[in-house]
């Protein structure tokens, strides 16, 4: 009678939650009844047969047979030689083995590992982002996924493409919890991401977690997305060597576009007004120039969000080996000219510091020339009276 009775609830058991497995390797959900069958059991008592059990829940092996003690809330053996776990549990992970004797002598062995799992709840991304800024790093949000086993792995996307962190544009800051009495984890993981400027207006995110067990499928969130604001990009300009655009015909100049995201823009070039039938670069090289490529170029950078943004012109002059011939040869006639000058100026200078000297040595002649003369007249002026006395 109590034999039937334990044989009816066993079908019950099997009717409503449990499967009868035969697979070396068991995976078995949390909370679900599990049945692990003993190949070569006699089917009705009396069954010779043991079961051997080193799971989480026993220190070592533990043995269970049909006339062994009850361990009916965690195992127990049923009357068809199986081994029923009415609730699979985290501790019941381990080793499973069965010897059996059927009625003709012939002894069978079963052994099982068995592993538990557990689904979480559908993911959510938590505190998303309204917006995001290109070159700096902006958190998009956290994505979390509670309550299961194993721990598994959460994965972020963007459009529909894996992310994968690389430190500079992509970065994720995970965190792993486990419940101190469910033994379930709760998974974190917060997405960072720079957005390169002149990049899509708009990117799209999702967050999925992967099992830790294999044939499982993935779990999605639904998808945010998020806008990319541009401020006002800043000047674009032309940079030009050699520096002044000033250069003999057959030189080379090299014209640079400089841009705050050179890789991620589209930069064409203009001469005189009249865009460059030219493949997009930053970079324009003019080699063995001719008088025709004189003229003012600008390049244009195209951003998404803003349109076309034009630099300031720069002028690119182009000169003869001739004319520079004759600038240095009036280079050289300006220099002696100056020499021709300031020698002049050295000679007058020279003169000039002379002449009071000259002056001095003809002083004293001059004044000697007086005296005689005053002498002479001195002289002449007695004979004049004495003569004229004489006449009369």
């Not at 995001?132 to 529909?160: F, I, M, Q, R």
């Not at 841009?259 to 070039?269: E, F, G, K, R, V």
């Amino acid at each position: 009678m109590a034999a039937g009775a334990a044989a009816g609830a066993w079908m019950l058991v099997l009717s409503l939650w449990g499967a009868v497995v035969g697979d070396r390797n068991i995976t078995a959900r949390i909370g679900k009844p599990l049945v692990l069958n003993c190949r070569g059991a006699p089917k009705k008592p009396p069954q010779q047969l043991e079961w051997k059990l080193n799971t989480g829940r026993t220190e070592a092996w533990k043995v269970l047979s049909p006339e062994g003690d009850s361990w009916d809330s965690v195992a127990r053996v049923l009357p068809n030689g199986s081994l029923l776990l009415p609730a699979v549990g985290i501790q019941d992970e381990g080793t499973f083995r069965c010897q059996a004797t059927s009625r003709n002598g012939k002894e069978m062995r079963s052994a099982y590992q068995v592993r538990v799992y557990q689904i979480p709840g559908k993911p959510e991304i938590v505190s998303p982002a309204s917006e995001l800024v290109p070159g700096v790093p902006n958190k998009v949000g956290t994505c979390v996924s509670e309550g299961g086993y194993p721990a598994g792995t959460l994965n972020w996307h963007s459009d529909g493409k894996l992310l994968i962190p690389d430190g500079k544009g992509v970065s994720v800051l995970e965190e792993t919890t486990r419940h101190p009495q469910t033994g379930l984890f709760t998974l974190q993981s917060a997405l960072m991401v720079t957005p390169a400027w002149g990049g899509a207006p708009h990117l799209t995110f999702s967050c999925s977690f992967s099992p830790g067990l294999p044939r499982r499928r993935a779990l999605h969130t639904a998808s945010i997305q998020l806008r990319v604001w541009e401020p006002v990009p800043p000047e674009v300009r032309v940079m030009i060597q050699p520096e002044g655009g000033k250069l003999v015909r057959g030189g080379t100049v090299t014209l640079t576009c400089e841009t705050p995201a050179q890789s991620s823009l589209q930069i064409h070039w203009i001469k005189d007004g009249i865009p460059l039938h030219l493949a997009p670069s930053p970079v324009l090289l003019l080699s063995d120039v001719e008088f025709d490529d004189e003229g003012s170029y600008s390049c244009v950078a195209t951003y998404p969000s803003h349109g076309p943004q034009e630099s300031p012109a720069v002028r690119v002059v182009i000169g003869s080996v001739e004319g520079q011939g004759l600038g240095t040869v009036a280079l050289a006639l300006g220099i002696l000219g100056g020499l021709g000058v300031a020698a002049l100026l050295i000679g007058a200078i020279m003169w000039r510091r002379q002449r009071p000297r000259r002056e001095e040595r003809k002083a004293p002649e001059n004044q000697e020339e007086e005296e005689e003369r005053v002498e002479l007249n001195q002289s002449e002026e007695p004979e004049a009276a004495e003569s004229g006395a004489a006449g009369p």
